[in-house]
């Protein structure tokens, strides 16, 4: 008996201990005021919020209706991913001024591991030395002041191309009687226009706009920029990428060589 009644003491003791401490941090709890931003309510096991993003409205839009209901800031849960959400000029000022270097990476994907090569191209690779260096490069060599004014004779005479070559499609079909007046695909001709000056500026070579190869290059770019965007799966959810659900990675590996040849 004499041994019990210190034993029930200690015990009493260290439960009086444990209660203490959660009454005390209960009570720090709701002293401390949430900092983090609210998130949306029905996230789903593995696949967080992505169904919200699958049905038959644009995302754009799927953000824009959740934005009205929880704010300029909130955060979802896109499979393994925290994704935060910002809609409004102030929150955006934060992210990318105040806080830049905090926001300056960019997240992975397969496109761009497959098609960036590794992340070697500056627009899709992460922040880090490599993006330091590469940036530093860029702004010396090509985009500085002094490159700028150097190529300035280059577009001029690539605008002025291009309008010979609506000129020269005006005479043809005046020519042969069809018409007085031509249709101008304006999407079609600044494509053209941007095209010759970006090859233009790297070897030196200009597409006329029947050229077959720069018709077959245009192809290939606008397919790279449509793989580019399309949404995978696994970037989401990195475990079912051995599977490669829809064939999506056969077709990045397609393209590659596409644009290698």
Known sequence: ????????????????????????QSFKG???KNTEPPQVKGRWPVIGHLRLLGGPELPHRVLGGLADKYGPIFSIKLGVHNVLVVSSAEMAKECFTTNDKVFASRPKSMAVEHMGYKYAILALAPYGDYWRQVRKIMTLEVLSQRRVEMLGPLRSSEVKASMEDIYNAWVKNKESGSSDMVKVDMKQLFQNLILNVVVRVVSGKRFSPDDKEGVRFQKVIRKFFVLLGTFVVSDFIPYLKPLDLGGYESRLKTQIIKITL
């Open 30 to 32: 709701k002293r401390v």
């Open 1 to 24: 008996m004499e041994l019990f009644l210190p034993f029930s003491a200690t015990i009493t003791a260290i439960v009086f201990c444990f209660l203490l401490k959660f009454l005390l």
